[in-house]
């Protein structure tokens, strides 16, 4: 590296891509082609087909010190960067445009400690949430957030997007389960927030601000993260009814006991037969919903007495299921609903108060009958976040790649009933490019002038992730 | 009302006391004057005798729209505004003077709705924790955050602080209960913010930013927390040790145990000799180390059976705590030391990684000899939060109020010596006025300079709390 800086004598991307190489060589670096067309999308919004065209530039840096130099050669050259992390998003918050440069985590990919004793682990932020997981297992240990993408997605993603998961009503949502940050800033400082104990109230919580902040504010290259002894017990109950409004009501009488699972998930008729079909299971032979839920803890059968009296007087059919049934159930729950090629799909990810879900999911047949298309969910009902997924059969000669319009607006029209019960319109996904809109309906504008000035004090030239999230 | 603004004649704190009295004469309002000295301090600021020179004015506004008129008029004439709850605060974040405007929340105190069905209870600032949990029990329901003034500061002001307490390890400090706010702004402004659902993520995170705030960046006038069924069993066990080196080296003991207490209070050999000599009982007796343990929740007899294996493993000597023994032990724990009037004393507030704590209390000795005064601690040892106490008996003659330099040295070599292994300078009370010197040896100037540009962004003026926190 040269004692003076390099004046730049163009700006833009190729002369950024220039001075990289010049100044570091040492990091990997994909230029704009073809093979980077992949990150031009999310899991959320990938395109049926991938387009030939060019996809944006991509660097791997490899330590904390090498995102700093990146951040300060693009923000030279005002090239603005995009973090990413294994890019299962599904609001659009990692992509980027070919005159972007991605800076992906996934060489930032250690554990960097794992300390049973203080009850944390200091990972960087490409490491997997399953890979920590595992590390974590034979010690009798676990990290608690729990998103569907689990076993590919990355701690860093998971922080950026406040990632919620099944087990969040008990154990807490992302944010919950971090203690400390590593950031690089917008002028490319790199700095330490929070601590290593529960505690701690130095000042501005610059740590929860970070985290589902979808990389609008910087690059997270470090977290301290809280992990948990395993509970001695765990154990699955099946919660059969007659009909999905007899399901979503009785999620009030677990509510009402004093029980309170790891996992309470709701499935209504629809999801039911969709996973039947797919799968060749027989659920729907037990009922027309399902609450599965999974109790751990100290006192499981002392659990299950209470929640299966309660349950049963809320007219389920319950059912201790024996370890090798509980598996199946839950694979069925987590991959049992197939996006069959001759169906358009739309999904959701709204949350709200927790005793307004039946009165969502009753709203479900209008909304389908007013747009002509299927309408039904799965709910992590502990924590009032519903999956909803709006389907309809395509028709001969139509293309699949261009549903018709009534998909996106039933999809809006669930997302406006959740708002208009006091919910909201991204219980764990995001809003990326994709909820921008939706996210304008149901945020103030002075909220929204706040968060556009938080953004702007951290990052005022808009260095990180323009577009996204606000 | 006049419908043109009317133009002050002048600015500052009179000004502004005439235009509320022209504009808002429904707002009770206490003008500077020896009635209002109090303001001038909180619980951990308040000199011994307060001074008969003027306080500062305070307001008592009644609805979140009095709030907003107070704030505009305010920023019309450039005074500051102190919002204050209790005046509890141990760290000077409420104090405030004679030129300043304090904003009471103490007519704010409605309980506004309490949802057993949402989990969830709305408050205005000014209820007292206490009063909130008077609330909820009858319907087995409580709220966590329980900080040791619980019976007499507000919930405003336990957000203001992020409030922490015994039963944090389990339960979670403030932040993990709160999940939306409404919020006085800088320019007036009344914002909604957070959801009632326990997920929910559309942009950044400002519920978790204002908890913890200390008033810099508006004035919250709502919030809604989170509630929980109270325990189906509680259970006080009390462990014994033959020396404070030995019961501090058990607490890991119990991380490594698959049992969490929802408290783990650790009292070393000069606090049970304190406290003995106060209120004349014999825990010295019992031992020379006291970790005195709350468990709740199911499987209570598991529970038990486990930890007091691990414990006596560890050298304790166990005891399951009869309902009327245990109510005297945590009585004893919480009223016990008595700040004799023939002591000078410090009091501390650090948090250290769980598995140091024991090093800090290895290190009080030295401390002690450096400084020729007594240190000893009491620690939420869950959380590795730890209140050193240091005190020095007062010689004949000597000045109560004038504590020699050596008392406070001791107290921040304290506080170093928890920096020192990676902890920080303020567990749950905050910074405030009294620990700003502190923050600056904990956090990186970057870390600040962050810090004070999210405040400006908030509010460019300086109008909330100017001087506290940051």
Redesign the interface.
Known sequence: MSAAPVIAPTTGLDALLDDVRAEAPHIEVLRPSAETAAFAFDAGTAPRQVSDGDGPAVAFPATPAEVQQLVRLAARHGVSIVPRGAGTGLSGGATASADQLVVSTARLDRIVEV??????AVVEPGVLNAALNERLDPL?LFYAPDPASWRISTIGGNIA??A?GLR??KY??T??SVLALDVV?ADG?L???G????????????V??F???EGV?GIVVGATVRI?????ARRTLSAFFATTAAGADAI?AI??????PSVIEFLDQPTLEGIDAAQGSGLRDRGAALLLIELD????D??TA?LSAALTAAGAHVRVESDADAETLWELRRSGRRFDDDHWFAGGDV?????RIAEIFAGFPAIADRHGVSVSAVA?A????LHPVISLRIPPGADPALPPAAVHDAADDVVRAALAV??????????GTV?RDL?AE???V???E??L??????DPAGLFNPGK??
Do not use: M, W, Y
């Open positions: 300390s049973p004793a203080d009850e944390v009798g997007t406040n919620g969040c009503a807490g949502v944010r919950e800033l400082s700095v330490s927030v601590h290593r104990s529960i505690k701690g109230v130095t000042g501005l919580d610059l929860s601000l985290v589902g902040s504010l948990r002894p395993l509970p001695v009030g509510t009402a006991s004093r029980v309170r803890g100290f006192g499981i002392e659990q209470e949350a709200v108060p927790k005793s992590h502990g924590d009032g976040n006091g919910g909201t319109v991204s219980g764990e996904h995001g809003i909820k996210a149901e945020l103030a002075r909220v929204r706040a968060q000035a938080l953004k702007n004090a951290l999230a606000l």
